[in-house]
T-cell receptor, first 112, second 111 residues
Framework: DTAVSQTPKYLVTQMGNDKSIKCEQN?????MYWYKQDSKKFLKIMFS???????INETVPNRFSPKSPDKAHLNLHINSLELGDSAVYFC???????????FGPGTRLTVL | EDKVVQSPLSLVVHEGDTVTLNCSYE??????LLWYKQEKKAPTFLFML????IEKKSGRLSSILDKKELSSILNITATQTGDSAIYLC???????????FGTGTRLKVLA
């Protein structure tokens, strides 16, 4: 009955690899998000996406790309991983009014 | 099942009032509790509370962790209209790299 789920919980990989993180929500929400949590616990928004529009934070490198096979899923693909990509990545979703976001448990990515 | 519950769900006050927001949790292995303020876009980090740091203060905002009661409060004194936002509480679960977010408290401060 998990509302927003992410897989995997942990991801350890080498520099230069390409990896994906999956996110699924069963809340029927229209909008999904990806955040990166840095070492200071700041949550930086990377993308917001609904079935009409993808909004990209312009500071996000184009090595990061969201892919949405359907309304309930928003996966994050990362190409050519770098050391600085190590962080916890959170997926979230919200209903159409965007009032409240429901967060997934996070995926801890470690790039070696 | 691990969970985080925030109360109240919403709150309307007038400028100058003091508000107290609550966050209670049930998790298997508590590591830390975080408070965020979310306005229109991404949440802004406010405080992190751990067993070694159970009280934090920044300006008009302060937060206390009560490990016995498995809860935390966020106090805002002399509220301003700019404090209007959703306040999110999250608990980090030790050993699982997992954060559990509450659904937030929507605060509206009227002029």
């Amino acid at each position: 009955d998990t509302a927003v789920s992410q897989t995997p919980k942990y991801l350890v990989t080498q520099m230069g690899n390409d990896k994906s993180i999956k996110c699924e929500q069963n809340l029927g929400h229209d909008t999904m998000y990806w955040y990166k949590q840095d070492s200071k616990k700041f949550l930086k928004i990377m993308f917001s996406y609904n079935n009409k529009e993808l909004i990209i934070n312009e500071t996000v490198p184009n090595r990061f790309s969201p892919k949405s096979p359907d309304k309930a899923h928003l996966n994050l693909h990362i190409n050519s991983l770098e050391l600085g990509d190590s962080a916890v990545y959170f997926c979230a979703s919200s209903p159409s009014d965007g009032n409240t976001q429901y967060f997934g448990p996070g995926t801890r990515l470690t790039v070696l | 099942e691990d969970k985080v519950v925030q109360s109240p769900l919403s709150l309307v006050v007038h400028e100058g009032d003091t508000v107290t927001l609550n966050c209670s949790y049930e998790v298997t292995n508590f590591r830390s509790l975080l408070w965020y303020k979310q306005e229109k876009k991404a949440p802004t980090f406010l405080f992190m509370l751990t067993s070694s740091g159970i009280e934090k203060k920044s300006g008009r905002l302060s937060s206390i962790l009560d490990k016995k009661e498995l809860s935390s409060i966020l106090n805002i004194t002399a509220t301003q209209t700019g404090d209007s936002a959703i306040y999110l509480c999250a608990v980090e679960v030790s050993g699982e790299s997992k954060y559990i977010f509450g659904t937030g408290t929507r605060l509206k401060v009227l002029a």
